[in-house]
């Protein structure tokens, strides 16, 4: 009875919560944050990041900085890869506090029908706990496997895995865990991640339009592929921040917040490294006291209790410490316990700068002495990018693009010295290196001559961390094409293909 009227008691303030306002702005210096110390930390991000898309700075409750980098935009998604995984986490902390569910329930007792019938010592001892931390005792990722096979149950694949170390003694960054944290939540509550927490967090944090992919059993990825804005990012950061408050009402209880943003399993021993200071449950412990929840090319939600401040970051980025360094050198100094003096003059620097953010188009020419090339359609052989062919066009409109591959013939206009939005459809294998950004994309891109036979098309996935550049080389009446992304999991490639007329 006590915990049914708990599960009421918090579905029914976190419906009161939807009713509250989102988030108010303010004026930096008011919430004693120094309008010189964010731009020069955007400034020094430009200058030594490859590539922020987003920001939104959150003190004392309020936005008092935030910016896209165009072509990103306010009011579209991004994919946040593994920063979904503290959103699952919070699934679990409010299935734990309606009493769906327990920290130290076993693991395999969820599946009877799934585990094996004598599971071995370690996976027998598997809890939910263990998942939540990365503890389970696996020694490697348990999610390779899972996806091998298309439609291989992945939870079967799970629990075939060996355990080699007793869980909760043995830390293995585990997308796999996050996995069963969302299907134990979906047999405990009878719905799927996504859809238990639209009432019990997304409505009330006015997080709208949040999407999220599910495995072939239909059940949400858990670990991976979600996608929401960057204020939504920031909203869960307050929330945590406020220890399960918001906006006045309770969504969240306290007691889950502070075991899910405190160490509970070691991961290192680098004092200078954001990776090392400890994990908690689905949430990274930082240097300065801080935590957060982040994905891979740099999808951040980072949380200064000290402070009382949440940054939201999305981006492409191929080092994820580097930008971390940036907030701890150039940024958290210039966040002060007091209010500060108005600054008029540094406000209006930052206002201009935040105004007219962009990544930078592709450098180069606008014309070229190459012009019998535009216009000839050139063929390739069959290759792994499902290219077939591909030809450089020019209309009234500027130079574009003509792609053709299995859903036909597809234009890329390339705007030269800006960014020429679009859409391109591609095959799961056909665009960037993972699964999640096949099919009908938005995209943007900009193209110029960087030699007279030497055309460049720079392409950003426009709600993913992906930047493809296309170097289109006219030679000896052929096309030499390098495709080449930002960032990918594992060792950066280049793919080289000759076309032919």
Known sequence: MKRTRVA????????????????EMSRPEAEGVASGAILGWVESVEREVDALHSFVLVRHGKIVAEGWWAPYERERPHMLYSLSKSFTSTAVGLAVDEGKLGLDDKVAAFFPDKAPAQPGGNLAKMRVRDLLCMGTGNAND????????????????????PVEHEPGTFFRYNTGATYML?????????????????????????????TWETSPQGITTGGYGLKVKTRDIAALGQLYLKKGVWNGRRVLSEKWVGEATSKQISNGDKPDSDWSQGYGFQFWRCRHNAFRGDGAFGQY?????????????????????????????????????????????AQ?????????????????????????????????????????????????????????????????????????????????????????????????????????????????????????TLTLRFKDDRLYLDLEYNVMFGPKKKWSLIGRP
């Not at 200064?304 to 701890?328: C, F, R, Y």
């Not at 290196?433 to 030699?451: E, M, N, Y």
């Open 182 to 210: 969302s299907a134990i939540v979906q047999k405990a509550t009878g719905q799927k991640v996504i859809d238990y927490l639209t009432p019990r967090l997304f409505q009330p944090l006015d997080i709208q339009g949040a």
């Open 142 to 161: 348990t999610f390779a496997p899972m996806k091998e096979g298309a439609e291989a149950d992945w939870i079967k694949v799970f629990f075939a895995q």
């Open 348 to 468: 209006a620097r930052l206002a201009e700068k935040l105004a007219k953010l962009t990544l930078r188009p592709a450098p180069g020419e606008s014309d070229s002495a190459a012009a019998g090339t535009l216009g000839k359609t050139f063929a390739f052989d069959e290759n792994e990018k499902g290219l077939q062919a591909l030809s450089l066009n020019r209309d009234d409109k500027g130079l574009y693009l003509k792609i053709r591959n299995a859903h036909g013939e597809q234009r890329l206009d390339c705007g030269y010295g800006r960014w020429a939005a679009g859409e391109l459809t591609f095959e799961k294998s056909l665009t960037a290196p993972l699964l999640t950004t096949h099919g009908r994309q938005p995209v943007a891109a900009s193209g110029a001559w960087l030699a007279p036979d030497l055309y460049q098309a720079v392409v950003y996935f426009r709600e993913t961390p992906y930047r493809l």
């Open 301 to 345: 939600c980072l949380v200064m209790p000290e402070q009382d401040a949440v940054l939201a970051i999305t981006s492409g980025l191929g080092d994820m410490q580097q930008v971390l360094n940036l907030v701890w050198t150039n940024l958290l100094p210039g966040i002060r316990s007091q209010a500060l003096p108005a600054d008029a003059a």
């Open 8 to 23: 009421v008691l918090f579905l029914f303030a976190g419906l009161l919560a939807g009713l509250a306002r989102a988030f």
